[in-house]
């Protein structure tokens, strides 16, 4: 795959299938037989509806989930082509007395790449992303490590995740190849990334850590945006927990009635009717619910000016300053 069909995880696809719930349990221990059906199912669930882009990391379930996902792709020949690849590497678990640490040296994440490669029975990725910035790294260590990557055909696209303006500005002005994805945690629960932008010159301003700049920096550079956690772990569709949640899960629900969907295909349009261009990253393994994006994967997103405000108020649960 060339670096312009990889334009496919990083610019195209409106709905990424995120795999961190792949794999069985969060242990290190062997994924289970029924782990790899859970696993087929989910992925036979996504490409019903349109979605071909895959996003892995080497951690998900101490490295089951990109296993499991390797298994998927050798019982079905030939998915591996009608496909686009992510994973990401960086974080390091906890092991025994070490601590769970970010590890960006050169050196290590080539050795992850090669393990991920393994593990999804590949003989390359299409894009990995760095998936946490790591203190104690050099970007020039870090930059060689993914041109060697790059010029090896091992990798052909990289990108971020978690990662702020300067940083991504300081590591591409090492690099000769693009940085083509940030991937950071968006939704309409999670909603420091647009309420930076508002609260500007407010005492709550201050309370929001999303570094300002950031959406703006990544739009500006053609870098498409992923919003982990976008479904906001049901916290709108069955998991209401507060007055605002109960508030906002009603309105989507009318909502969905009004233009015949599902409350997620809205949950996910309010995403992705940012100008931006916000690619949601679903991460559940349950093939009714994944299905029941299929509207935010296959259609624009049917949200007015107002209907937008309204559900960002309505989460907020205080109108806005």
Request: net charge negative; with cysteine; aromatic share 6%.
């Amino acid at each position: 795959m060339t670096i312009t069909n990889v334009a496919g995880a990083g610019q195209g696809g409106r709905v990424l299938y995120g795999c961190m719930g792949l794999g069985g349990s969060w242990d290190p221990l062997p994924y289970a037989p029924g782990d790899v059906d859970v696993a087929e199912a989910a992925v036979h669930a996504a490409l019903d509806i349109g979605i071909t882009v895959f996003d892995h990391a080497d951690i998900y379930r101490h490295g089951k989930a990109e296993a499991v996902f390797g298994e998927v792709l050798a019982r079905n020949p030939g998915l591996r082509e009608r496909i686009v690849l992510q994973t990401k590497c960086g974080i390091r678990l906890p092991d025994g007395d070490r601590p769970g640490l970010y590890d960006l040296r050169g050196a290590s994440i080539v050795r992850r790449v090669e393990e991920s490669l393994t593990r999804l029975r590949t003989d390359s990725v299409d894009v990995l992303l760095l998936h946490r910035p790591d203190p104690l790294a050099d970007p020039d260590d870090i930059a060689s490590a993914l041109t060697s990557l790059h010029r090896q055909g091992l990798v052909h696209a990289f990108g971020v995740s978690n990662t702020g303006a300067p940083q991504i500005a300081a590591l591409q002005a090492r690099l000769d190849v693009p940085l083509v994805a940030n991937q950071l945690e968006m939704s309409l629960h999670s909603r420091a990334w647009v309420e930076a932008g508002v609260l500007l010159n407010t005492p709550e301003g201050a309370a929001h850590g999303f570094p300002f700049g950031t959406l703006e920096h990544c739009r500006e550079h053609g870098i498409r945006l992923q919003a982990w956690g976008a479904l906001a772990r049901g916290r709108f569709t069955g998991g209401q927990r507060t007055p605002a949640e109960h508030a906002t899960a009603e309105l989507l629900a009318d909502l969905a009635r009004r233009k015949d969907t599902t409350p997620e295909s809205v949950l996910l349009w309010w995403l992705t009717r940012h100008p931006a261009g916000i690619a949601p990253v679903i991460g559940t393994a349950r093939p009714d619910r994944i299905r029941a994006c299929r509207d935010a994967a296959l259609r624009a997103p049917d949200l007015t000016h107002e209907e937008w405000y309204a559900l960002w108020t309505a989460a907020r649960g205080v109108p806005l300053p």
